[in-house]
Each structure stands twice: as structure tokens, then as C-alpha cells.
């Protein structure tokens, strides 16, 4: 009987733990932010993703009277800045902009990656997506993409074409080109999109994956030929030039991009509020205009589907990094 006693007890203080620990949740998230927040940044000042995060966190800020500290840890292909958030306080406060290196293929490119993109994070939306531009040089006898895989069928091992190192978006960028193209062409890397950049305008390199931003000048100067975007749509930047599905490489698609994500277990409702806040900044014009300045096309999708981009993301990373024989270091 007394056991029974003791079992009803313990029952009842479990039920009265979940309950209180229910209330305090949704509590929090009523109440959320009642602090500054801090947006880690995986790399130094001023390239993509910090004007990313310094475009949405001092908006943030505006809509909430709370500040948002952008907080730059750059270091091993963002996975300093990952490893921060994914050890912190579940509780909304500290906050990741990831990059596809970051959340999409490090953990095919690195042994020991401390965390996991997928059971480490609360996935909350995918900011943007950045196009990189197909570029060759004027000496490349192709005016089109189904030019050069004729060319490059033709020649197998003759044409070349320059990334910013081993693993980079330029690199996996021509990797996917090569597996869905059936064409065999030989990676250079450098040290840097600068240097692989001047090599290619110089004809020293075929061709080269680079950012649409750093590519128009080389383009207009007609120092390089623009061919195709890798994204899955057109460019507002370079709207004329087709994407690489549309230049006839099926299924083609590769483009850098940018989510927010928060430590795994933060409380739902805070998550569905800062989904709903940075969509919102998202959708504004001015947002928007500043975005497309630096070439990035803005998404805000729900934390679902950004979760499911992401697995996707590592997915098919995953199958092409293996497929090029990239060894994790």
C-alpha cells in the first residue's frame, strides 16, 4: 500500500515538473528577447555573410528594442563559429548564420567536424541564396555550355578550371559540372578566388566558378566570357544569362547560401517568432535592394523546409565530394 502511496506521489511530482516546465516555456517565448541576442558570424568582416548579418540584425533589433551583437569566429571553414552555437544555451540568445560549408559539406570534408549540421541545430530559415557565374576565357573556342561539353568531351583532361581551394563552392561547383556533364577536366587550386581569378584572365586556366559580383567586371572589361549561372534560377544581377539547367546540364545546381540557425532544443515558439520576425525583414524592399546589390536573392522559407534543405544539401554534397575522390582532412 505504502509503495502505491509512493508511486502516486512520484507520478504526480512528474506531471507537476512537466506541467511547470510547459508554462515557463511558453512563458519565455511570450517574453522573448528580454536580452541582447548574438549572431556568430563564421568569417571575418565583410564578405558575404557578415553584410548578411549585419543587413537583418540591426533590423531585428529595430522590431524587438533588444540589440543584436553580430559576433565574427571565423576558422576552419566556419566550423569554429558552429561549434559555439551548437554547445550553447538552447534559449534563443545565441544564434548561427551558416553558410553551405558550414552546415552543408563539412561534414564530408572534415574527420572530425565537432558537431552535427542536422542534430545540433534548430534549423529556423534559409536567409539567401548567391549564384556563382560559369566563366571562361576568350581564347576557349565555346560561345554556350553545350560548346564546351563538346569541347571538353572531345579534349578529356585539356581543359581547366581554377577554384579558390580544395573544397570550396568553385571546386564543387566544377566537380557537379564534370559528374552530370560526363566530362573529365582537371582541377587547380589556389589560394583565394584573387589569384585564381588572375590565372584565368591571364589564359593560364580555362575557366573558373566565381561569384557573380566578382565576375561582372571581368565580363563587361570582356576579359572573361560569362556563360551560365549555377543556381536554380536566373540572377537579378545577370538576368540575360541562362542557368545551368537551361544551358543543358539536367538536374544541375549549385549556388552558396546562407540559413539561420539556433542550439537543437530551443523552445519551438521562440523558434516559429524568429522565423516569422526575419522573414518579415526578409520580405521588405529596402532588404531586398540591398541584398540584390551584392548579387544574393533572398529565400525565407519555414524552419521546416530549411531543415530539409539542409539534409538535402548534405546529401548531395556528399555524393560529389566522393565522387571527385576529396579526401576529409
Request: with cysteine; charged share 20%.
Amino acid at each position: 500500500m505504502r509503495d502505491e502511496e509512493e508511486q502516486m506521489k512520484g507520478n504526480a511530482c512528474r506531471l507537476l515538473a512537466i506541467a511547470l516546465f510547459a508554462v515557463s516555456t511558453v512563458v519565455t517565448a511570450q517574453s522573448y528577447p528580454v536580452r541582447p541576442i548574438r549572431l556568430l558570424v563564421p568569417s571575418t568582416p565583410g564578405g558575404s555573410v557578415d553584410t548578411l548579418a549585419r543587413t537583418i540584425g540591426p533590423r531585428l533589433a529595430e522590431r524587438w528594442g533588444q540589440q543584436v551583437i553580430v559576433d565574427n569566429r571565423p576558422g576552419a571553414g566556419g566550423a569554429i563559429a558552429g561549434e559555439l552555437v551548437a554547445k550553447a544555451a538552447p534559449d534563443g540568445y545565441t544564434l548561427l548564420i551558416g553558410t553551405i560549408a558550414s552546415l552543408g559539406t563539412n561534414v564530408s570534408l572534415q574527420k572530425k567536424l565537432p558537431y552535427d549540421p542536422v542534430k545540433d541545430f534548430a534549423p529556423v530559415t534559409l536567409v539567401a541564396t548567391q549564384n556563382l557565374m560559369l566563366l571562361i576565357h576568350p581564347s576557349v573556342p565555346a560561345k554556350s555550355v553545350k560548346e564546351l561539353v563538346r569541347l571538353a568531351r572531345a579534349q578529356p583532361g585539356k581543359l581547366t578550371f581554377a577554384s579558390a581551394g580544395n573544397g570550396t563552392g568553385g571546386h564543387l561547383s566544377g566537380e557537379l559540372f564534370k559528374l552530370l556533364a560526363k566530362i573529365d577536366m582537371l582541377h587547380i587550386p589556389y589560394r583565394g578566388v584573387a589569384p585564381a581569378l588572375v590565372d584565368v584572365v591571364s589564359g593560364q586556366v580555362s575557366m573558373t566558378f566565381a561569384s557573380i559580383l566578382t565576375s561582372l567586371p571581368q565580363v563587361r572589361a570582356s576579359k572573361l566570357r560569362g556563360l551560365a549561372v549555377t543556381g536554380g534560377k536566373r540572377s537579378r544581377a545577370a538576368p540575360a544569362l541562362p542557368t545551368m539547367q537551361e544551358a543543358g546540364v539536367k538536374d544541375y545546381e549549385s549556388a552558396t547560401w546562407y540559413g539561420i540557425v539556433a542550439p537543437a532544443g530551443t523552445p519551438q515558439d521562440i523558434v516559429a517568432r524568429l522565423n516569422t520576425e526575419i522573414v518579415t525583414i526578409l520580405k521588405q524592399p529596402e532588404t531586398n535592394e540591398r541584398l540584390s546589390k551584392d548579387g544574393a536573392d533572398p529565400v525565407g522559407n519555414s524552419s521546416q523546409e530549411f531543415g530539409r534543405f539542409i539534409q538535402s544539401e548534405i546529401e548531395k554534397w556528399r555524393k560529389v565530394i566522393r565522387a571527385a575522390g576529396i579526401q576529409p582532412t
